[in-house]
């Protein structure tokens, strides 16, 4: 009989080997043989920006009357979280997955304005940024 084990597993900070003892016991009427083992389980390495799949790009910006409209596109489709930080001081967006693209509208005031957006994942406690920059034209004299 061979009895195979797996397992691995993220531990705290910084990821160290983990060890469980595990015991086996056959029994058959009366007759009980218990065999026990240490069990040593490496962890997973640490996922990194490149482990995570999202591209944040810009798919317009189109100007209105008193406001422009910015529509991104986020490429993330999980897992993890992810959040959209607009920089005009508004809340910030929590995408769902998938959440392929997004709009904001920017408030024109009697200067340019130019805002940078951030799109930053969190996955196993890794946060990887990714950030676009939009000129938003002043109001029309």
């Not at 993220?10 to 595990?22: F, G, H, N, Y």
């Not at 991104?72 to 920089?87: C, H, K, L, Y």
């Amino acid at each position: 009989m061979l009895l195979s084990v797996v397992g691995r597993w993220l531990s705290t900070d910084p990821p160290a080997p983990q060890s469980r003892t595990v015991t086996l016991t056959v029994a058959s009427g009366n007759l009980s043989c218990p065999a026990t083992a240490t069990l040593t389980i490496p962890p997973l390495a640490p996922v990194t920006c490149a482990d995570i799949n999202a591209t944040l790009g810009l798919i317009s910006n189109t100007t209105g009357p008193t406001a422009n409209t910015v529509a991104i596109s986020t490429g993330w489709s999980g897992p993890g979280t992810a959040t959209v930080n607009w920089g005009d001081g508004s809340a910030a967006t929590t995408l769902g997955s998938p959440n392929p693209s997004l709009t904001h509208s920017y408030t024109r005031t009697a200067v340019d304005q130019t805002f940078t957006i951030a799109l930053t994942v969190t996955q196993d406690r890794t946060s990887c940024p990714q950030v676009i920059t939009v000129a938003i034209l002043k109001l029309p004299t």
